[in-house]
């Protein structure tokens, strides 16, 4: 889990390694949820890490999750 309870898209832009546009549409599209302050957003802690859990190609198994080769 994150430290911060509350990421503004600069930083989860950052975090997950693509553009803060990318960010704002996945906002705007309803696809990350998201609070508005003002004409800004920030991102629950929460919901990113739902958001990127919704969005991984295959469940962790315990088998892949204790593999090191």
Known sequence: MLSKPFLTTHEVADLLKVNEATVRSWIHSGTLRAI???REFRVAARDLEA???AHATKSPTP???NDNT
């Open 51 to 53: 958001f990127v859990n």
């Open 36 to 38: 508005r302050l003002g």
């Open 63 to 65: 088998e892949s999750a």
